[in-house]
């Protein structure tokens, strides 16, 4: 069993990588800049939590070096559209907070490192394949603080990885949807599935909503399952994944499955035919599919979760946060 440093471990993909860990028998740290307990709440008296900047090489040396840290699991970052609020805060949290994590895992040696970039990257990319974009086409992200510093982050740990031979692995998530989150872009998504969840009026984010779409996001329990994988392994063939679903599903795909489920519900879609200015340069809400195949066939990922199920865990969760029954649904 390994010593696991999970920065943003108490975020909403580092809360059930917390769980997943432990109950593989790992040590946990979590380093989080403001510790949300509440996601980590059912594992708690097993984690370690330490208040902490990743913009502070100091403190996470010392951290990393006092608690015979193993492995590294890099999620802690300013995101979409936090991003655009603060940007100077944004290059420093997301480019020198990562750089701070390369350079300690290489200067104490520590034994495999993964971290979270995004397929915001993409943009407005040319892809080979006409729709397609894969992990050998060439990014061309728009000029906002969150896609750039990623695509650098992504640049820094291949130069990490080829000079200093560190064991790096960067995973580009699609999108992790699910509880722990429900502000911000993706966290629109989060909030309305919640609202579903617990009888409460509810319209489908317009961001989500253009009929040409095609999402391969993945059930946060998956995305952490798909880190706690890849960080268990040896060296990989290859540097960069594209960690989504197999298949994409659409807006239309969601209402349906929710409406099948929950007939009671009040669920408003309006398709549009055309992205929203925010998500017409975001692979996937604006059209472009994002190949994930090396993630499942290379690394042998397999997600535990379909549309279905994931949705009917996070309405009975959504239900038990809000103090309602449980919903029976029929697995499918």
Sequence with gaps: ?????????????????????????????????????????????????????ITDMGELLATIKQNSVERIVHLAAMVLLDSMK?????????????????????????????????????????????????????????????STSKLACELMGR??????????????ITAAWGPGR??????????????????????FPADFSYMGEKLRWMYVKDVAHAFAHVAAMGKTKGYLYNTGSESPFNARDVVSTLRSMLPDRKVELKELEAPTKVSATVAGPNGL????????????????????????????????RAGLPLVQFVKG
């Design 182 to 203: 429900y502000w911000g872009y993706t966290g629109q998504f989060n909030d309305f599935v919640r609202r579903v969840a617990v009888g409460e009026s509810a319209s």
């Design 1 to 53: 069993m390994a010593t696991y440093l999970i920065t943003g471990g108490t975020g909403q993909i580092g809360g059930f990588l917390c769980e997943e860990l432990i109950s593989e028998g790992h040590g946990v740290l979590c380093y989080d800049f403001k510790p949300n307990m509440e996601n980590i709440s059912r594992v708690a008296d097993k984690v370690s939590v330490i208040p902490g900047d």
């Design 86 to 146: 603060r940007p100077a805060k944004a290059y420093s949290t997301n480019i020198i907070g990562t750089n701070n994590v390369l350079e300690a895992a290489r200067l104490l040696d520590v034994e495999r490192v993964v971290f979270a970039s995004s397929v915001s990257v993409y943009g407005m990319a040319r892809t080979r394949r006409a729709g397609i974009a894969d992990e050998e086409d060439i990014p061309n992200p728009p000029p906002d603080p969150y």
């Design 289 to 320: 599919d994002v190949d994930c195949t090396k993630l499942h066939e290379e690394l042998g990922f397999r997600p535990r979760y379909t549309l279905k199920s994931a949705l009917a865990d996070m309405v009975n969760l959504e239900r038990v």
């Design 159 to 172: 130069y990490y990885r080829e000079t200093y031979g560190l064991n790096l692995n960067s995973l580009r």
